[in-house]
């Protein structure tokens, strides 16, 4: 039994074939446009299906809840951040100093380019926020980020 803290967020399924991952990825884009359109108090996976041109019922195969379906587009926004700053990190072609100044440069870009849906997914943060999915996606960036200063010793 989950309390309201700690909500399930985890997809109940991941798609096998390529029809089911593009129902995934048109319910992931409606989830987006809903979001940024309506904000995230008034969200539901009803308005995400009927934007998604989706029955409830396929959207339910895939997301238990509201909170599973903005944990996965955050999610997925943490992962291409932290895979774009990992790769910034990594590239030892340019020293320390300056792979920070890129870094911070990409980070702020990125912030910047998807400012409203940022805003959206932080007003829903609380629905998610204290699971553990999130916790461990959120360790796996600061991880990328420690690496690098531990190399560097910066």
Known sequence: MSDKRNPRISSRKQPQQARSSELVA???EAAVQVLASEGAQ???TAR??????VSIGSLYQYFPNKAAILFRLQSDEWRRTTRLLGEILEDTTRPPLARL???VLAF???ECEEAAIRVALSDAAPLYRDADEAREVK???????QAFLLYTSL
Do not use: C, H, Y
């Open 26 to 28: 048109s319910i992931l």
């Open 48 to 53: 995400v299906a009927e934007r998604a041109g």
């Open 101 to 103: 100044r890129r870094l």
């Open 139 to 145: 360790a796996e960036g600061a991880r990328v980020f």
């Open 42 to 44: 008034r969200f539901t």
């Open 108 to 110: 702020v870009r990125s």
